[in-house]
């Protein structure tokens, strides 16, 4: 019988392929889930009942405090996604939130997909991410590969598949896409990749290699690699920029937003560990932050403000642009006001080379954002 949570899950195997102790590391810290996570749950439990409503099986439909127009629209168009694929199978057979067992090639190894597609040929893995900070990778991606090699040994002795389609459908992101392997290519990363790697990650054996995997790594924030790897950069003599040649700033720049990133989360943990647990770090102290003034009761404020003469009180604003768009509707709003709205361009800001928007003339893009301020 399957426990409800893997050691090796598929969500987090782009982690523990690269970094194979993690899992055991991680197990020493508390999994607790945040706001992002249990709406992502809410927005795959909506995806789960509209997809078997459309398909006539009976469901209850959810409610959540996370509902929101933009939920509705975003697993609206998931379910659109799936009828589109399957349009093009020939008698296909639909599975929604099924177990697979893939544990031929990772111990213990098992997971939920949130939509599998059979049909004579192929077999097509479909994946839910309501998260609209990373974009996830569609080409290679391992949670789906896993998912995959799970639901072949499901399927195989029943369909004649050669190759698998995976997809991830992330519209928070506008990111939309698939990716097909065949079989054969999917087994052999399966028995000579994935399963070796696993094989070390159960018993938390192998070298910590820290990464952009770290990024929901419980063990993170004590990980030595990890802080040694950023410890590199801290220890750097940071001069005046003259003195410092374009590569040696180029360098800095490619490594500063992870140290940054890496030092907010060794503050954060110390504080929670002083603040909830009463740890004593030696050079530090507990303080009480600043805080501001606040009414008690607004309306006993208002009742008293007029009743001694002053009814000047009030603020009155438009709503913003976003509210008025979803009191009109989208196709409303844009009849209405479309005339009316502007997007001017936003502050030149210094990103990495692999970040997708296109370059901007710097030279054109600073006399507009002058104008527009």
């Known amino acids: 019988m399957l426990s409800d949570h893997a050691l090796l899950s598929p969500s987090s195997s782009h982690r523990w392929l690269h970094c194979t102790p993690s899992p055991v590391l991680e197990a020493e810290f508390s999994n607790v889930s945040g706001p992002a996570a249990e709406e992502g749950t809410a927005a795959h439990a909506l995806c789960e009942h509209k997809l078997k409503r459309v398909l006539k099986i009976r469901s209850k439909r959810p409610v959540s405090k996370y509902d929101s127009d933009e939920m509705e629209e975003n697993t609206d168009a998931y379910v659109g996604f799936v009828l589109e694929q399957l349009a093009v199978c020939k008698n296909p057979a639909v599975f929604i939130e099924q177990k697979v067992d893939f544990s031929e090639y990772v111990p213990e190894g098992f997971g ?51 190759e698998v389609s995976m997809s991830i459908f992330q519209p928070r992101r506008e990111n939309v896409g ?73 360098g800095i720049l490619t490594d500063l937003p992870a140290l940054t990133k890496w030092a907010n989360e060794i503050m954060a943990y110390a504080t929670e560990a002083a603040v909830n647990h009463g740890k004593v770090w030696n050079g530090f102290k507990v303080v009480a932050g600043r805080s501001v003034r606040k009414y008690t009761d607004e309306q006993k404020v208002a009742d008293t403000a007029i009743k ?66």
């Open 112 to 162: 939920t997909a949130d939509c599998l597609i059979v049909s004579d040929g192929i077999l097509h893995v479909i994946d839910y991410k309501n998260g609209a900070g990373v974009l996830v990778e569609i080409k290679d991606n391992p949670q789906l590969k896993c998912y995959a090699l799970g639901a072949l040994a499901m399927f195989n002795m029943l369909y004649d598949i050669t």
């Open 178 to 250: 698939t990716w097909t392997v065949p079989v054969e290519e999917l087994k052999e990363w399966g028995e000579n990749i994935l399963k070796p790697k696993a094989i070390l990650a159960a018993k938390g054996e192998g070298k910590c290699q820290p990464g952009e995997w770290c990024t929901f790594c419980r063990a993170a924030v004590k990980c030595r690699a990890r802080a040694e790897m950023h410890m590199k950069l801290a220890q750097k003599e940071l001069k005046l920029p003259p003195i410092l040649s374009d590569e040696e700033i180029e």
């Open 308 to 373: 001694n003469g002053y009814k000047d009180i009030y603020h009155k604003s438009l709503i913003t642009l976003t509210e008025m768009e979803k009191l009109m509707g989208k196709t409303k709003f844009s009849e209405i006001m479309g005339g009316l709205i502007c997007k001017p361009p936003g502050k030149p800001a210094l990103v990495p080379a692999t970040d997708k928007r296109p370059a901007i003339n710097v030279i054109d893009a600073k006399s507009e954002f002058k104008e527009e301020n």
